[in-house]
């Protein structure tokens, strides 16, 4: 499976967009690209899930260039309760385990 | 309310002690799944089961056990042999065998060892 680097740490103030780039040069046509979100003690929450070009949902988008070697997730308007720690994965379908890495922890602060 | 449930939430182990950490789901998935994480690090995989009376270990199985005899319950334990068991250890489950890249995580059972 592809391996994926993200940044370990951002900042951010409430209000504002958060953009968190994940690559994933190597990855394969049959990866898909999921994002998770973990607060502390808590175990991981689902929160997009995208192939190529733009998925969006209520609480996030996914953009993913053509070439699929990286994606971003954006967050609009952060507030204090998305401090959370950001997991990008690359994911197989049918088979595929899901591996995190370190994820990128971002702060929100007022 | 649907979900998935781990017990107890903080666990304490004496040396030498196996114990034994529970995870129940009511959500009809087949496939469920146990995972480590340390502090400041990804989750690691320890064994999962797509389907009832099957398991499979993960990529650090070593000094633990598991078992599936009913779908919505799928108990991890941490045996003596675990030489660091000292973690935050997650269950998961997902809809249906071979579905891995949605997965729903239970709250987390703290382990420290006295």
């Known amino acids: 499976l592809a391996k994926t680097t993200q940044p370990i740490s951002m900042d951010s103030y409430e209000g504002q967009e958060v953009n968190i780039t994940c690559s994933h040069n190597?990855?394969?046509?049959?990866?898909?690209i999921t994002w998770y979100q973990q607060f502390p003690s808590q175990g991981p929450r689902f929160i997009i899930q995208g192939y190529k070009t733009k998925v969006t949902n209520e609480v996030a988008s996914l953009f993913i260039p053509a070439d699929r070697k990286s994606s971003t997730l954006s967050l609009p308007r952060v507030s204090l309760s998305d401090t959370a720690v950001y997991y990008c994965?690359?994911?197989?379908?049918?088979?595929?385990?899901?591996?995190f890495g370190q994820g990128t922890e971002l702060s929100v602060k007022p | 309310d649907g979900g998935i449930t781990q017990s107890p939430k903080y666990l304490f182990r004496k040396e030498g002690q196996n114990v034994t950490l529970s995870c129940e789901q009511n959500?009809?998935?087949?496939?469920m799944y146990w995972y480590r994480q340390d502090p400041g690090q990804g989750l690691r995989l320890i064994y999962y089961s797509q389907i009832v009376n099957d398991f499979q270990k993960g990529d650090i199985a070593e000094g633990y056990s598991v078992s599936r005899e009913k779908k919505e319950s799928f108990p991890l334990t941490v045996t003596s042999a675990q030489k660091n068991p000292t973690a935050f250890y997650l269950c998961?489950?997902?809809?249906?065998?071979?579905?891995?890249?949605?997965?729903?995580f239970g709250p987390g059972t703290r382990l420290l060892v006295l």
């Open positions: 994965l690359v994911v197989r379908r049918q088979g595929g385990k899901l591996i």
């Open positions: 998961a489950s997902s809809p249906r065998e071979g579905d891995w890249e949605t997965q729903y």
């Open positions: 959500l009809n998935h087949d496939a």
């Open positions: 190597n990855i394969a046509t049959n990866d898909y």
